[in-house]
Nanobody
Framework: QVRLAESGGELVQAGGSLRLTCTAS????????VGWFRQAPDKEREFVAA????????FYAETAEGRFVISRDNSKNTVYLQMNSLKPEHKDIYYC??????????????????WGQGTQVTVSS
């Protein structure tokens, strides 16, 4: 099975950018669709973006569309989330998750079977 590790989260000023990285090990990330989710304390984990196993399609939550970009480099076993024009409300723990290729339900977290430990993103005003 695949193991995932997120990195790149940090404190950034409002209006700034971050690039989160999801690094896979154990099994090639190219075997999986990958999604990014976010979670605040005492709230449900919610969908941010996802990318098909071969990079052919990407999917975004409405709040991420036009601001975040998901991409992948299967040769490096990595998936990225470029986050631009950040606002304080983007503060959360961000998780990457993987699932066997599937045609739909990109936003449903129960379709993802492998999760990383998360990386904290904080945006100061």
């Amino acid at each position: 099975q695949v193991r995932l590790a997120e990195s790149g989260g940090e404190l950034v000023q409002a209006g700034g950018s971050l690039r989160l990285t999801c690094t896979a090990s154990g099994r090639a990330v190219g075997n999986y669709d990958v999604g990014w989710f976010r979670q605040a304390p005492d709230k449900e984990r919610e969908f941010v973006a996802a990318i098909r196993w071969n990079g052919a399609d990407t999917f975004y939550a409405e709040t991420a569309e036009g601001r975040f970009v998901i991409s992948r480099d299967n040769s490096k076993n990595t998936v990225y989330l470029q986050m631009n024009s950040l606002k304080p409300e983007h503060k959360d723990i961000y998780y990457c998750a993987a699932r066997s290729p599937h045609r739909e339900s990109w936003h449903k977290r129960n379709y993802y079977h492998f999760w990383g430990q998360g990386t904290q993103v904080t945006v100061s005003s």
